[in-house]
């Protein structure tokens, strides 16, 4: 199965690659295959689809977050 990760960071997409996922295949987030490259960042949630999400989805998963985290999400 092949599937398109692709990653937002404040609204703008960061990253996009197209991966073969299987129960065996291990993703890495915040990092390229190199280790020295990481982005140095904690993540507290990661919430993934398995298809392109609506404007309007974008917003509740924002609202979500700041409730969740007792955070101001824009």
Do not use: C, W
């Not at 960042?41 to 917003?59: A, T």
């Amino acid at each position: 199965n092949k599937a398109d990760l692709i990653g937002y960071f404040d609204g703008v997409q960061a990253f996009k690659q197209t991966a073969t996922v299987g129960v065996t295949q291990i993703q890495t987030i915040g990092a390229s295959d190199s280790p020295s490259n990481s982005a140095g960042s904690d993540f507290m949630e990661v919430i993934v689809y398995n298809r392109q999400i609506s404007f309007l989805e974008i917003r509740a998963i924002h609202k979500y977050l700041g409730k969740r985290y007792n955070i101001v999400v824009p």
